[in-house]
């Protein structure tokens, strides 16, 4: 029957099928109905118009896959692609107060999902939320962060400050780490802040992201701290410390 009517609909001009979409007849089907007629003319090729009117509808009927809109972030169409990214971003709301529901989206996806979410959510050049970026950083997918960590600029706004805290927040040695490279790539002094902190941390993954860091602060600010780590117990921070001074 649902196979009937979505050859009904495809058989239709755009403008036909957005009349469709906005008559009592579809209107006053069942919920699962409709998102189950939706999904299936979505995988077929539709005017941008009837696909972001689509969208739109499966959004609004609170459709639970977070990843199904994932598809049509990029299309060439700003009004299919607006559709798409108002429904992820609606998934994605609440930060602050719901770090949970994002987490729980990175696990339930695959890494293809997770990069196409951290991809809309570095997409804009402005403000970041600073706990959503924990969030990211804190999911145990390389990919994710190395991801993040490459494409967060300086076009973005960061509370640096926080960033710097949140080192020493008790965070896993890999947000640790991560979050000292995201402060060296931005140059900020907020890691001098810490870098007692960091020469002291256990972790040799986090020591190495220390210097690479340091080094791209003004020499006379950093060099102290890197002849400290020329003295590490660990052979290998020494061995990078020592060739960074040489460089030096």
């Known amino acids: 029957m649902m196979k009937a009517k979505a050859k009904y609909f495809l058989g239709l001009t755009p403008s036909k099928q957005l009349e469709f979409l906005e008559s009592?007849?579809?209107?006053?089907?069942?919920?699962?109905?409709?998102?189950?007629?939706?999904?299936?003319?979505?995988?077929?090729?539709?005017?941008?118009?009837?696909?972001?009117?689509?969208?739109?509808?499966?959004?609004?009927l609170k459709y639970k896959d977070k990843y199904f809109f994932?598809?049509?972030?990029?299309?060439?169409?700003?009004?299919?692609?607006?559709?798409?990214?108002?429904?992820?971003?609606?998934?994605?709301?609440?930060?602050?107060?719901?770090?949970?529901?994002?987490?729980k989206m990175l696990q339930e996806g695959d890494t293809n999902d997770r990069l196409l979410l951290v991809n809309y959510f570095l997409g804009g050049k402005g403000k970041l939320n600073e706990n959503a970026l924990i969030s990211f950083l804190s999911f145990d997918d390389i990919t994710v962060r190395e991801t993040i960590i490459k494409k967060i600029s300086m076009e973005h706004e960061l509370d640096e400050a926080l960033l710097s805290d949140k080192v020493k927040s008790g965070v896993v040695w890999y947000v640790r780490a991560a979050l000292v490279e995201i402060l060296g790539k931005r140059k900020s002094n907020h890691?001098?802040?810490?870098?007692?902190?960091?020469?002291?941390?256990?972790n040799v993954e986090v020591k190495?992201?220390?210097?690479?860091?340091?080094?791209?602060?003004?020499?006379?600010?950093?060099?102290?701290?890197?002849?400290?780590?020329?003295?590490?117990?660990?052979?290998?921070?020494r061995k990078k410390a020592c060739r960074a001074l040489e460089a030096m």
């Open 24 to 60: 009592s007849d579809f209107v006053n089907w069942e919920r699962e109905d409709k998102i189950a007629f939706l999904k299936t003319i979505l995988k077929e090729k539709l005017s941008s118009y009837t696909t972001a009117s689509a969208l739109t509808l499966l959004n609004e």
């Open 70 to 103: 994932r598809k049509f972030i990029y299309h060439p169409d700003s009004s299919v692609s607006n559709a798409a990214k108002k429904a992820i971003e609606e998934k994605m709301e609440g930060y602050d107060s719901e770090c949970i529901r994002i987490k």
């Open 191 to 202: 890691l001098l802040d810490i870098v007692d902190y960091l020469i002291a941390d256990g």
């Open 208 to 237: 190495l992201k220390l210097i690479d860091a340091l080094l791209k602060l003004e020499r006379e600010k950093v060099k102290h701290y890197i002849r400290r780590l020329s003295d590490d117990a660990a052979i290998w921070v």
